[in-house]
């Protein structure tokens, strides 16, 4: 398992399949932005995402689409805002803004947020 710096420095792929995005880490989820929803309920009800935790990946799924390469343009990002598991949620210096963006071959680029991109806080 890799850790959230480790995925950005290095720059590898999440996978993307359908509603489904396979990402190579583990993390706390704050904040989802997909296209205009804000999605902040994570709980195992919740009707927006459906998180799923593996020992060395975490699947997201995004109930309200079925199949996000259709959905989300290649201009557009997959923002969100996660904390590292293991470190303190409460602690905002450990808040990361990352980016996701769909590409070909079911490849998704992870990316740190630009300051440009605007995170409703």
């Known amino acids: 398992m890799s ?3 480790e995925v950005l420095k290095n720059k590898l792929p999440g996978l993307c399949y359908g509603n489904r995005i396979i ?9 989802v932005i997909i296209n205009s929803n804000i999605i902040m309920d994570f709980s195992p009800g919740s009707k927006g ?5 593996k ?6 799924y995004f109930n309200d689409y079925e ?11 997959i ?3 996660v904390v590292e598991k ?19 071959k079911h490849k998704v680029r992870i990316e740190p947020s630009d300051h440009d991109i605007i995170f409703l806080e």
């Open 3 to 5: 850790k959230i710096e």
């Open 23 to 31: 990402l190579p880490f583990k993390a706390h989820f704050l904040k």
């Open 49 to 53: 995402i459906y998180i799923r935790e």
């Open 55 to 60: 020992e060395d990946f975490t699947d997201l």
């Open 67 to 77: 199949d996000l390469k259709n959905d989300v343009t290649k201009f557009e990002a």
């Open 79 to 81: 923002k969100m805002v």
């Open 86 to 104: 293991g470190k303190d949620i409460f602690n905002f210096n450990n808040h990361i803004k990352i980016a996701l963006y769909l590409e070909d």
